[in-house]
């Protein structure tokens, strides 16, 4: 770095001076070099484009981006639904690098390999005063409303970034889903002993299924149509049993009864994790009573179902939702290094930033479980 291009830093990172770039070890950051993104103006509409660094405040990392994971809730974003703000560069499960961080900062070092939690809270809101962050009413989710990670380089708040090390890049994109799931396993707390029943085999459902298996699980069934997913839960050892639903109704049916006379007390826990209301309603018979049923997936807003109340109220049955997390990155990082949590093939395709279309396509087309954007 020459002293023309320190002289361009911005304010906040003039001050850190020297000690972070010392001459020779940066030349892969540049303060007035250009960044490629993929940037929506608006639903539907994205281009590759080159851009300024993002600005750094003084308590933000910079994160030179090695892997972007991609999720279902990327589709919606590109649809303008989610709650989506244009103009935007979407990416909710950053991994990367630290570049470089504003003079607050603390606690790392140029070259860190980090993954950053996409959510900022104001922690002075109602909910935030009572511990309950994850309904923070000024809630910032980077990727959705700000900028994220289909970007070089993303800046986070630093207390949002956390560092890994026995993860290759693209799996600690799982990292994010992981928490997801790690809050799931708090929502649901489950006991010692408890026989679980999921549906669905994507990726959070997987990692929850093992998480539940580590704490308390001891007999799980995943219960999901045969393809891609279902043949990686078994490639996971993710559960004990396998059901492989019938994609054609009466057939899958015939199979969940089957189900249900093999366990006729039920299951202590029951998680639907594949969005359908239709299985939410099947889902039902199977919890045991004082049982927990677990809300996992994502729905559309205008789903309704149809349960019978007096079953909930009769059996005592335990109606639990659980949505994101706030917090759990640390649990969801130990678990995935220590491979308590395996994630091999979850991420079965790698697009560069150029390949946005196709990797929307490959989505929708479901071609992919999950997928990656990669950088150099
Ligand atoms: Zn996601
Ligand atoms: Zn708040």
């Known amino acids: 770095m020459g002293s023309t291009d320190l002289f361009n830093l911005p304010q906040s990172m003039r001050a850190l001076g020297l000690s972070l770039f010392p001459m020779g070890q940066h030349q892969k950051y540049h303060a007035n070099r250009k960044v490629i993104i993929t940037e929506y103006s608006e639903a539907r509409k994205f281009s590759i484009v080159e851009k300024a660094l993002p600005q750094l405040r003084e308590q933000d990392v910079l994160i030179k981006v090695k892997a972007s994971g991609v999720c279902g809730t990327d589709l919606h974003i590109h649809d303008g639904e989610f709650g989506a703000k244009f103009p935007l560069v979407p990416g909710h499960e950053t991994v990367g690098v630290v570049a470089a961080f504003g003079s607050g900062v603390q606690g790392f070092k140029v070259d860190d390999r980090v993954v950053a939690d996409n959510s900022e809270l104001c922690g002075h809101c109602h909910y935030c005063r009572r511990g309950k962050e994850l309904f923070c009413e000024n809630f910032i989710a980077h990727g959705v409303m700000v900028d994220g990670g289909f970007a070089e380089y993303a800046a986070y708040p630093a207390h949002r970034v956390f560092i890994f090390k026995d993860l290759s890049d693209v799996d600690a994109t799982l990292l994010e889903p992981a928490a997801c799931a790690a809050h799931g396993l708090d929502k ?147 678990y995935l290094e220590r491979k308590r949590v395996k994630v091999d093939g979850i991420v079965n395709k790698t697009f560069r930033l150029e390949e946005w279309q196709a990797c929307l396509d490959a989505m929708k087309n479901r071609t992919v479980i999950k997928a990656a954007i990669v950088f150099d």
Not at 257 to 283: C, H, M, Q, R, W
Not at 303 to 318: A, C, L, T
């Open 188 to 334: 649901i707390a489950p006991q010692m002993g408890s026989k679980v029943l999921l549906f669905g085999a994507g990726p959070t459902g997987l990692m929850l299924a093992q998480l539940l298996r580590e704490n308390g699980g001891c007999y799980t069934v995943i219960a999901a149509p045969g393809g891609l997913k279902m043949d990686l839960a078994k490639s996971l050892n993710a559960a004990d049993e396998y059901v492989e639903l019938p994609r054609e109704s009466v057939a899958s049916a015939a199979t969940l009864e089957k189900l249900k006379a093999e366990n006729p007390y039920g299951f202590d826990i029951v998680v639907e994790a594949t969005g359908s209301s239709k299985i939410l309603e099947d889902a039902i018979h199977f919890v045991t009573k004082s049982g927990k049923l677990v809300v996992y997936g994502v729905y559309g807003d205008n789903d309704r179902i149809r349960i019978s109340p007096n079953m909930i109220f009769k059996e005592e049955i335990n109606v639990l939702g659980s949505f994101s997390q706030t917090y759990k990155f640390p649990a969801a990082i130990d």
